[in-house]
Structures are given as C-alpha cells and as structure tokens.
Nanobody, 115 residues
Framework: QVRFVESGGGLVQPGGSLRLSCAASGFVFNFYGMKWFRQAPGKERELVASINITGGSTIYVDSVKGRFSISRDNAKKVVYLQMNSLKPEDTAVYSC????????WGQGTQVTVSS
C-alpha cells in the first residue's frame, strides 16, 4: 500500500536548520510529483513545497521562499526538505505526500523552533 515515513524533525533554535526526509513506498515514485505539508497546533494543514517528477520544477508557499528547499532522489524514493533560517512560526508537524488524491498519511515529523 501507499506509505510515507517522515524523519529528521526535532527541536532547533531560531535561525537554525533541519533536513527532513520522506521515504515513500507502495507506488511508482518517479511517476508522481511530491509535496511537503505542515500542520501547526490549532491550524489547518498547509502546503509548504512541491516538486515535479524530475525535480526540475519546485514551488513554495510565500512564507518559506528563500529559506526552504525541496528535492528528491528517485533512485532512493525519497523526498527531502532542507529548512534554513528557521522561525518559531515554522513549528509544526511536517508530512509528505504525492500529487493527486490523498490515499494515506504518514505519522509526520515534529519540528519545534524555540529558544
């Protein structure tokens, strides 16, 4: 079945960096664009970044432009989110998924930005 396993979150001070990973399985990875989402406490899930099949095209929500970078390794079936210059408002559970109708969600990875 379609499965996503996110990792790499943690507690980081403002201005710090983290690199998130999402291992995908259960589908042909390089047939799908991929996306990173986040959900902060009491807020709706938000699309943060997306990447096309080849990795040649990326899109970001305005609040993370210039700080976050999405990439993918089709051979490893992994999508990454490099997060730099982190802010307290980036605190959330981060999850990945593929383009198209949502079939399932992974457990996500918690990112907490605090001094």
């Amino acid at each position: 079945q379609v499965r996503f396993v996110e990792s790499g979150g943690g507690l980081v001070q403002p201005g710090g960096s983290l690199r998130l990973s999402c291992a995908a399985s259960g589908f042909v990875f390089n047939f799908y664009g991929m996306k990173w989402f986040r959900q902060a406490p009491g807020k709706e899930r938000e699309l943060v970044a997306s990447i096309n099949i080849t990795g040649g095209s990326t899109i970001y929500v305005d609040s993370v432009k210039g700080r976050f970078s999405i990439s993918r390794d089709n051979a490893k079936k992994v999508v990454y989110l490099q997060m730099n210059s982190l802010k307290p408002e980036d605190t959330a559970v981060y999850s990945c998924n593929r383009d198209g109708p949502i079939v399932s969600w992974g457990q996500g990875t918690q990112v907490t930005v605090s001094s």
